[in-house]
């Protein structure tokens, strides 16, 4: 288990609400995530005791704390296994920065420092499935952690792609990490209807019209189905550990893989903690 060495700082817009926001990592010898706003009056609480929704991205709430797309930096602590850490919001999103997991991975890889606790582990011992019309997530017993993942889009620079990974801090860093959020030019104006999006730009979001990417290039070709293992990785730390066991899923989202992360809270005779 790693905690961090110094204080940690990122800043920049939220892609989301697009306002600038600054987000505080400080070393914790607490061996839990745990979270709270510059301004709380209130004490630190735990990323596992938190409430979560899909907006766009993963929000965490508990007593009026609210911090939005939490799901990039997530991933990479999981993938670090940097587990002990206090996280403090100064605004209400985590940075989009460039719209990966890899300036979270270049800072914090470099001030990681061991700490003698013992991370959780997650066991997967009973398959579980979840299913909404086309799109479905899966659980099942497995030696190591894997994700497979499909997605399936109509556009002729995406169509379907299907990736398996076995989730190790080297396979993040170099083919997780890296990959981009992605956006349709023709949601654009819908999506910030709804208070999503004000802060995607080329910098920080893979653009495509209806033929081709209006900011390429691509780091990976299959980049997109990349950017979905990514965020699949942050939405199971959510549970606030690793994971031993094979999960799989096909057009899901954000709202999927929060739906398999409360069925696994709630029916603890699927997995066992070592």
């Not at 609210?66 to 605004?91: D, M, N, Q």
């Not at 030696?143 to 889009?153: A, F, Q, S």
């Not at 992605?182 to 709804?194: A, C, H, I, S």
Request: hydrophobic share 40%; proline share 5%; glycine share 8%.
């Amino acid at each position: 288990m790693f905690t961090i060495s110094k204080e940690i700082v990122f800043e920049g817009p939220g892609v989301h609400t697009g306002t600038t926001t600054r987000l505080h990592l400080y070393p914790s010898g607490e061996g839990k995530i745990l979270l709270n706003s510059v301004d709380s009056p209130s004490p630190p609480f735990s990323l596992a005791d938190c409430e979560f929704e899909a907006r766009g991205g993963t929000v965490l709430k508990k007593n009026g704390f609210s911090l939005r797309t939490v799901e990039h930096l997530l991933a990479t602590l999981a993938a670090l296994k940097i587990t002990s850490l206090l996280i403090v919001g100064e605004g209400s999103e985590v940075p989009i920065l460039d719209g990966s997991a890899r300036h979270f991975v270049e800072k914090l890889i470099a001030e990681r420092s061991p700490i003698f606790k013992r991370e959780k582990t997650y066991k997967i011992v009973k398959p579980l499935e979840i299913q909404e019309t086309l799109a479905w997530v899966k659980a099942e017993p497995a030696e190591n952690w894997e994700i497979e993942y499909g997605i399936d889009y109509d556009h002729p620079l995406i169509g379907e792609q299907i990736l398996e990974i076995r989730v190790t801090e080297e396979v993040f860093i170099e083919q997780v990490a890296p990959a981009r959020t992605f956006g349709f030019l023709r949601d654009v104006e819908e999506l910030r209807k709804r208070g999503l999006a004000k802060g995607s730009s080329l910098e920080n979001t893979i653009v495509l019209d209806d033929a081709k990417i209006v900011n390429p290039p691509l780091r990976f070709p299959d980049e997109f189905v990349r950017h979905k293992i990514l965020d699949f990785i942050g939405d199971l730390a959510l549970m606030a550990g690793s994971w031993q066991g094979r999960f799989s899923a096909y057009r899901a989202g954000h709202s999927l893989h929060q739906k398999l992360v409360k069925f696994l809270k709630s029916h603890q005779d699927c997995w066992i903690c070592d």
